[in-house]
């Protein structure tokens, strides 16, 4: 299950107290300070790992806090410090303090470290306070003390390919048909509720991660549909594969579906809406044989095709020439 939202509570540990102390030894009367300092508490750190594909684990354990630094002792010993709480995020996570608003950082690497409650450091021993006009010191400080936030985590799938639109134009059956991904496919439209990832294998030295985005309708720039809420997550795909559905069950035209698609993208996002698209007619099994190349060629004329790609989800015709189109795009 992908859920690309969280909210989670981190809270750094505290700094370790400064010891005061003074070294006691038998014939030794004037010792002198030995209070050690305390330890450092430990930082909240987000670490982007490519192995976790969602941020439902934060969603079940919202808190995460680091451990406190140990006071100093005497001797000159260091308290230890806290332990580091580290929690893996996937990739393409935006972080954004919940107080401020301030985004913090785009998690979109390998092993990008954000270190978002810092712990406090540990205070001084009376060692520390030695001099030559103050031998015997009595002070010492307190360690820092904690930092804590509430953080906003919002998830941007970084993919290859992002399949959309027309709410049942065949995208979760396509890329059930490229790739081991199960979306849910039914004869009725928003049967996709959330984005899927695809791997599709082209052969062993080439694969594509493929995005199954929530139908798009019209208004969904403004919030209308499923679609809105999951626009962003096209923003991160190389490409777009805009798949038209030649022979939609309520009867519209599959030109002006395209076009009312295109129209959401321009409304929503400039920069998404001039990514590098492919065009394939799905669904072609469908069409009657003898009006299948007319039907096609009409299509292709009015949204001026080149080349025209068609294929079928349903019974995997064309699906090579289309997944080659991909590479092509996406690699050049």
Same mark, same amino acid.
């Given at each position: ?34 209070? +050690? ?22 969603? #079940? ?16 010993? #260091? ?18 303090? /919940? ?10 690497? /390998? ?111 403004? +919030?209308?549909?499923? +679609?809105?809420?999951?626009?962003? #997550? ?29 129209? @959401? ?36 004329? @009015? ?9 079928? +989800? ?6 090579? @020439? ?11």
């Amino acid at each position: 299950m992908l859920v690309d939202r969280a909210r989670i509570f981190v809270r750094s540990g505290k700094g370790g107290d400064g010891c005061m102390s003074f070294r006691r030894e038998k014939y030794i009367p004037k010792g002198g300070p030995n209070g +050690g300092d305390g330890g450092d508490g430990g930082d909240v750190i987000l670490v982007g790992d490519g192995s976790v594909g969602t941020l439902l684990p934060l969603t #079940h354990r919202p808190h995460y806090r680091a451990g406190h630094g140990i006071q100093g002792k005497g001797s000159q010993m #260091h308290g230890a410090n806290g332990e580091n709480k580290v929690v893996k995020v996937p990739l393409g996570t935006l972080v954004t303090d /919940e107080h401020t608003g301030m985004l913090l950082a785009d998690i979109s690497e /390998e092993g990008q470290v954000l270190i978002v409650a810092n712990g406090g450091k540990g205070g001084w021993g009376n060692e520390h306070f030695k001099s030559a006009t103050n031998q015997a010191p009595r002070e010492t400080t307190n360690g820092e003390p904690i930092e804590e936030h509430i953080l906003r985590l919002e998830l941007k799938l970084i993919a290859d390919i992002g399949l959309v639109g027309l709410p049942n134009a065949g995208k979760s059956t396509l890329l059930s048909s490229i790739s081991a991904a199960t979306p849910k496919v039914a004869d009725y439209p928003f049967t996709t509720l959330q984005p899927h990832l695809g791997i599709a294998e082209l052969d062993v030295n080439r694969r594509l991660i493929v995005a199954d985005i929530p139908g798009l309708i019209e208004g969904a720039a403004d +919030g209308a549909g499923l +679609g809105h809420r999951f626009l962003k #997550h096209i923003e991160r795909t190389g490409a777009l594969l805009h798949l038209i559905d030649v022979m939609p069950v309520d009867g519209s035209d599959p030109v002006s579906n395209y076009r009312a698609i295109r129209e @959401e993208l321009e409304r929503y996002s400039k920069e998404l809406a001039s990514k590098d698209e492919i065009v394939v007619l799905n669904k072609v099994d469908l069409l009657m044989p003898d009006e299948r190349d007319e039907t096609i060629a009409l299509i292709a004329a @009015e949204l001026k095709l080149d080349p025209v790609i068609t294929c079928s +989800g349903a019974t995997r015709e064309g699906i090579r @020439e289309v997944l080659e189109q991909a590479w092509t795009l996406t690699k050049k």
